[in-house]
C-alpha cells in the first residue's frame, strides 16, 4: 500500500500522499480515507492529493479519474473540493483535463500546486470566501 493520509479535523483537510501509485488498489483506499473524514466532519471537507512522489503513468491517471466518478468523498464530491500537489506533466495534464475537459463535467478541483504549504494556503482562501 503506498497511500498516506494525513488529516487535519480543526482546519477539515484530508491529505493524501501517494508514492509509489497502485491503481485501482490506492484510488479504492484514498477514496474510502476522504469518504470516512467527510462522514466524520459533516459538510464540506477539502482533499488534497499530493503526487510529488508519485509514479504516474498515462493509463494509470486516467483509470484512477474515472474510477473517482460517483463515489462519496472523491473529486465528484460537490461537497470536497479538491486541490493537487505535483509538477509532472502527468500531474498537470490530470489536473488540467478534471477541471476544463467536459468528459470530466461536474469535478470539484480547486488547483494544482508545487508545494503542500501552497495547497494548504489554497484551501485558506476557500475557506475564506465560503
Known amino acids: 500500500m503506498s497511500i498516506k493520509v494525513e488529516q487535519f479535523p480543526d482546519k477539515n483537510i484530508v491529505l493524501t500522499y501517494v508514492a509509489p501509485l497502485s491503481v485501482p488498489a ?11 473524514f467527510k462522514q466524520e466532519m459533516g459538510g464540506t471537507c477539502y482533499r488534497i492529493l499530493d503526487f510529488t512522489q508519485a509514479n504516474l503513468n498515462f493509463s494509470d491517471m486516467v ?15 460537490a ?34 500546486y508545487a508545494s503542500r504549504e501552497e495547497a494548504l494556503a489554497c484551501v485558506e482562501k476557500l475557506r475564506e470566501n465560503k
Do not use: R, W
Not at 26 to 36: F, G, H, M, N, P
Not at 65 to 77: I, L, N, Q, R, S
Open 79 to 112: 461537497n470536497v473540493p479538491n486541490i493537487f500537489i505535483g509538477s509532472g506533466e502527468l500531474v498537470k495534464l490530470g489536473v488540467e483535463s478534471l477541471a476544463t475537459q467536459e468528459h470530466y463535467q461536474g469535478a470539484n478541483v480547486k488547483g494544482l
Open 63 to 77: 483509470v484512477g479519474m474515472a474510477f473517482e466518478k460517483g463515489h462519496d468523498g472523491g473529486v465528484y464530491d
Open 26 to 36: 490506492d484510488a479504492i483506499t484514498a477514496l474510502q480515507e476522504s469518504s470516512k
